[in-house]
């Protein structure tokens, strides 16, 4: 499967908890980090849940 790169681009600060803990389940703890993980559904869905916080980085 293809991986995507993601990176958190706006603070978590004043986010609802849930999005707070989604960051978290991807690996996203500071500001400008990137992670990389498979295109799964499920990560797809985390991305989809934060994504005005982060960007893609294909």
């Known amino acids: 499967m293809a991986t995507i790169k993601i ?3 706006k603070s ?3 986010a609802p908890e849930d999005q707070k803990r989604t960051l978290d389940a991807l690996g996203l703890r500071k500001m400008n980090r990137v992670v990389e993980h498979e295109a799964t ?3 797809l869905g985390m991305v989809n849940k934060v994504r005005h916080l982060v960007t893609v980085i294909k």
């Open 7 to 9: 990176k958190q681009t």
């Open 12 to 14: 978590r600060i004043g």
């Open 41 to 43: 559904p499920a990560i």
